[in-house]
């Protein structure tokens, strides 16, 4: 995981706030990532970087500066250029982040670079033309612009996410399921909880629950003892 993020590189073409940086620095080392490009000659205010990126200036004060984005992408592989804008100028097609994060996956080398345009206007037709792919990200029509150290984050997260499976668990099979439903049912059945019909109905009330929830071996064990001690519970005090 952290070879694939290594590889990595946020560029951002002339942003306008020295706020939004610190902000892109935060949001990329809580994903693991940490080579930032910045496009252009503006000055910016270490002190008001610092502020926004909490415990992740080294971000900033380890990035490259470049004046223009063609000198940045000489080394790339792939450039991914974010945009929510579409036009007979730009790219045909715009692929989601996940989608980013596949193509990302199935390369075994190589510089990727995914570039993010100014707050105000995004990146130009000519600048994202310098991109293999445009990126967009779902938004709402009434509200589509997201902030950028927003966009940087969520990109980041698509990308770490993918590579990040978790401890994950195996469902129980329909067998063991139905084992778990048939004590429940037992159980309830002891502690004189049904009324006529209400047995096979309740039965398949759980049945739906349980399969629907998809339940792991440690769940199933636990829904059985916590069951049993209700019965045993009642027993002790007749």
Do not use: W
């Not at 049912?185 to 502690?191: D, E, N």
């Amino acid at each position: 995981m952290k070879d694939k993020l290594k590889k990595i590189q946020i560029v951002l073409v002339e942003p306008q706030s020295s706020e939004n940086i610190g902000s892109v620095c935060r949001a990329m080392k809580t994903m693991g990532i940490s080579n930032l490009v910045i496009i252009g000659t503006t000055i910016y205010d270490p002190h008001r970087i610092k502020k926004l990126s909490v415990n992740s200036f080294d971000i900033y004060e380890n990035s490259k500066r470049y004046n223009n984005l063609k000198s940045a992408l000489g080394n790339s592989v792939l450039i991914a250029g974010t945009t929510r804008r579409s036009g007979k100028n730009r790219k045909y097609i715009s692929i989601y982040p996940e989608e980013l994060a596949n193509k990302i996956n199935l390369i075994e080398s190589g510089e990727i670079s995914i570039v993010f345009g100014r707050e105000s206007s995004g990146l130009t037709d000519q600048e994202l033309k310098e991109c293999n792919i445009a990126v967009t990200i779902p938004s709402s029509p009434d509200s589509p612009s997201l902030n950028l150290a927003q966009a940087v984050q969520v990109i980041s997260y698509s990308i770490y996410r993918s590579g990040f499976t978790g401890k994950g668990y195996i469902p129980v099979d329909s067998k063991r399921m139905e084992e778990v439903i048939e004590t429940v049912s037992v159980s309830l059945g002891k502690l004189d909880f049904f009324k006529k019909n209400e047995k096979n109905e309740l039965k398949s009330f759980f049945s739906d629950i349980f399969s629907r929830a998809g339940i792991s071996q440690i769940e199933s064990l636990r829904i059985e003892r916590t069951i049993k001690k209700l019965v045993g519970i009642k027993n002790n005090k007749n």
